[in-house]
């Protein structure tokens, strides 16, 4: 991928995505969450569409995606019982890792979107396929990628840092659901939800850690035979 095709990448999921969700709250006051839910899908693609159009290969690579986009909703589904303990993020970040950015970010949103078919779709879709979507993004980041492939503890620490993404950004929906929308109501909410927070936390590090291995060593053999790496350059 070129630098300006980069540069349209960030500016989409950055910018553009965190937009439309916010047309879809103040403009629909979320009336039609469905709607901006398949736009932040399709967005999500558009990088893929540069990567993948000229090379019938890389199909194999959108397989990888489809089955890791599965594997995380089945993950969520399976959890369904346990409250706030799921295996998502930790799928989704070992997909940024292994894949990069762009993938992260299509697997994390299409975790969101394909799991709430079972727990249900909402106005609370586009933020969490936001949300994931950024946890894929920054653990494809080429530094963070590298340091947490190496080490279990950067492993975890992105771990535990995704956790705290997850409340900031799911609270600032709550947050923004209000009609008096203020700092100090976000910081009560953020407040209180400490120990759901503990509980992402501990979640994303146990399932990393007991991922990393079958996931990362799959994705790793795989890359090695095809070279999956090079396709999603």
Do not use: H
Not at 100 to 113: D, P, R
Not at 118 to 146: A, R
């Amino acid at each position: 991928m070129t630098k300006n095709k980069k540069i349209v990448t960030n500016v989409l999921f950055i910018v553009m995505i965190p937009l439309i969700i916010l047309l879809g709250i103040y403009l629909f006051n979320d009336r039609k969450y469905n709607i901006i839910s398949i736009l932040i899908a399709i967005i999500a693609c558009i990088p893929g569409f540069y990567k993948y159009e000229k090379q019938d290969s890389n199909m194999l690579l959108i397989v990888i995606i489809a089955v890791l986009s599965a594997i995380s909703i089945i993950g969520r589904v399976a959890f369904g019982l346990v409250p706030f303990f799921k295996p998502v993020s930790a799928v989704v970040i070992l997909s940024g890792l292994y894949l990069g950015k762009e993938e992260g970010f299509l697997i994390g949103a299409l975790s969101a979107i394909g799991s709430n078919i079972f727990f249900g779709q909402g106005p609370w879709t586009p933020f969490q396929m936001f949300t994931w979507g950024m946890i894929g993004f920054i653990s494809g980041i080429p530094y963070i990628s590298k340091k947490c492939r190496e080490s279990k503890l950067a492993l975890s620490l992105l771990g535990a840092f995704s956790g705290i993404i997850f409340t900031l950004i799911m609270d600032l929906w709550s947050t923004l659901n209000f009609q008096d929308v203020s700092l100090e109501r976000y910081g009560v909410l953020l407040v209180k939800a400490i120990p759901v927070t503990l509980i992402y936390i501990v979640s994303n590090i146990i399932f990393l850690l007991l991922l990393k291995e079958p996931i990362g060593n799959m994705l790793e053999r795989i890359d090695q035979k095809y070279g999956i790496k090079e396709m999603g350059e």
